[in-house]
Nanobody, 123 residues
Framework: QVQLVESGGGLVQDGGSLRLSCAAS????????LGWFRQAPGKEREFVAA????????WYREAVKGRFTISRDNAENAVYLQMNSLKPEDTAVYYC????????????????WGQGTQVTVSS
């Protein structure tokens, strides 16, 4: 089992920044990729960004390219999502997820999920 705990969400104004953190524990040796997903009220969960456990490849949702940056810290078994130039449409619950098979945009590939952290961007 892999346990994931997110932190760093909150309320920020339009144009502001937040940094989300996700701490992984347990069988982290089984992780191939880590991803961030988000779900707004009344909408389906959507892919935001992903990174391989080795950190050598990243992927982003088109709408966040140039604003969000995913990174990881090998020593801390953590993955981060730096979010700049936030917009009201970024408001959602953000979830960290771990996959044993890839680091792609499809939520069905991710076996382990955190509890989520709320991000609210006010206009």
């Amino acid at each position: 089992q892999v346990q994931l705990v997110e932190s760093g969400g909150g309320l920020v104004q339009d144009g502001g920044s937040l940094r989300l953190s996700c701490a992984a524990s347990g069988r982290t040796f089984s992780i191939y990729g880590l991803g961030w997903f988000r779900q707004a009220p009344g909408k389906e969960r959507e892919f935001v960004a992903a990174i391989t456990w080795s950190g050598d490849a990243t992927w982003y949702r088109e709408a966040v390219k140039g604003r969000f940056t995913i990174s990881r810290d090998n020593a801390e078994n953590a993955v981060y999502l730096q979010m700049n130039s936030l917009k009201p449409e970024d408001t959602a619950v953000y979830y960290c997820a771990a996959s044993e098979v890839g680091a792609r945009p499809w939520p069905q590939e991710y076996k382990y999920w955190g509890q989520g952290t709320q991000v609210t961007v006010s206009s």
